[in-house]
Structures are given as structure tokens and as C-alpha cells.
């Protein structure tokens, strides 16, 4: 079964510096990840996809993440935090051989940049 | 634009009176999704539809239901609501299918936040 992990609950950054948000995925062959984010009372907003091709995945608002085969991670990087970056972040996988499967969200990580 | 709308954003409602939460889409996607969501926890989905077919979570229960008269609308009607359904319900779309691939992300509407009094 695929599954999702985001280690960090929180995250804070200071305004300014690079940001790093942790995903690591277990599944049984080559996944689809996604990385989403949720803003106070609003939906989940598609950042980036990982599906296939170069490993480093450039998205929207200056977000990128890498994907790492060997250590099954995908993490969500910027290279300078904004305050407006602060909300709630959620990576999310899919096997591309398992055709009844949905996506599996991970559990959620909140960034906080402080100014 | 195209997207996925939900009405209302707010819905206030009483413990065991019916509830109907909607979801329209000008994206002519193939698949929508209702997920509950609690508390900033990860979005659990309630159940979906892909294309006509009506797929429920095995631990969904059976006081939430669904709808999907057309491929642009979808509705989640609880029928008893209670205090522990008080929640972000989120509707999403995606287009998916053996030929279309699986690898479409979602599109999320901005959801309905459920309060029961």
C-alpha cells in the first residue's frame, strides 16, 4: 500500500532564508507526487507534480522540490521565504500502476516564515 | 476561468436536520472527489465519481451520501448531521482515465466549512 510521510509537523523560517519541507513515500513502483498548498479556509492549491523526467521539479511562487529515488523523498524547497508563504503544505502520491488507487495525502506540515 | 466552486463557504446548521453541500466544475473533468477535513489534518476522502459510477470509502459513514446528476455537478448530503461532522468539506476534480493517464493532479475547490449547532 502507498503511504506519505511529512516528519515535521512545523516548520518555522525567518523571512528571507531557504526553506525546506520534508516528504518521504513509500509505493510499490514509480510514483506521481504532488506537493499542495492550503491557505486559512481556502482549498488546496496544486504547487508542482513529479511524474517523470529531471528530478528537480520547479512549481509555482518560486517553490521547487527534488525528487530522490534512492531515499523515496520529495522535498518542497524555496531558496528566499516570504511571510505570505506561511499556510499549511500537504504532499501527496499516486501509483501509476495501481488504477483504483486515489491520491494519498500526507499528513500535513505548517510552515510559519516569520518576519 | 475554468474551476471547481462549492456552496456555500459557510454553512451553519442544526444537529439532525439535513444538510446538502454543493460542487459545480467548468472543467469537464471526469472524476470528483469529496474529502472531510478536520482541524488542519490531511483531507480524508468520503468518497468519488468517476464518470457515473459511485465509489464510497469503506469506512465512510452511512449518514453522508452523494449525488452526481451531471458530469458538472456534485452534491454531499448528510442526512443527520452531527457535533463530530463539523468540518472543511473540499471538493475536487481530475480527469483520469486508462488512456488519459493517472498522472493529473486534483483541482480543489475552496470548500464549505460545516458548523453544527
Known amino acids: 500500500a502507498q503511504s506519505v510521510a511529512q516528519p515535521e509537523d512545523q516548520v518555522n523560517v525567518a523571512e528571507g532564508n531557504p526553506l525546506t519541507v520534508k516528504c518521504t513515500y513509500s509505493v510499490s513502483g514509480n510514483p506521481y507526487l504532488f506537493w499542495y498548498v492550503q491557505y486559512p479556509n481556502r482549498g488546496l492549491q496544486f504547487l508542482l507534480k513529479?511524474?517523470?523526467?529531471?528530478?528537480l521539479v520547479k512549481g509555482s511562487y518560486g517553490f521547487e522540490a527534488e525528487f530522490n529515488k534512492s531515499q523515496t523523498s520529495f522535498h518542497l524547497k524555496k531558496p528566499s521565504a516570504l511571510v505570505s508563504d506561511s499556510a499549511l503544505y500537504f504532499c501527496a502520491v499516486r501509483d501509476p500502476d495501481n488504477y483504483g488507487q486515489n491520491f494519498v495525502f500526507g499528513p500535513g506540515t505548517r510552515l510559519s516564515v516569520l518576519p | 476561468d475554468a474551476m471547481v466552486i462549492q456552496n456555500p463557504r459557510y454553512q451553519v446548521t442544526q444537529f439532525g436536520k439535513p444538510v446538502t453541500l454543493s460542487c459545480s466544475q467548468t472543467?469537464?473533468?471526469?472524476?470528483m472527489y469529496w474529502y472531510q477535513q478536520k482541524s488542519s489534518q490531511a483531507p480524508k476522502l468520503l468518497f468519488h465519481y468517476y464518470d457515473k459510477d459511485f465509489n464510497n470509502e469503506a469506512d465512510t459513514p452511512d449518514n453522508f451520501q452523494s449525488r452526481r446528476p451531471n458530469t458538472s455537478f456534485c452534491f454531499l448530503d448528510i442526512r443527520s448531521p452531527g457535533l463530530g461532522d463539523a468540518a472543511m468539506y473540499l471538493c475536487a476534480t481530475s480527469r483520469d482515465g486508462r488512456w488519459l493517464g493517472r498522472a493529473n493532479g486534483y483541482t480543489f475547490g475552496s470548500g464549505t466549512r460545516l458548523t453544527v449547532v
Open positions: 472543467l469537464n473533468h471526469n472524476v
Open positions: 513529479y511524474i517523470t523526467g529531471d528530478n
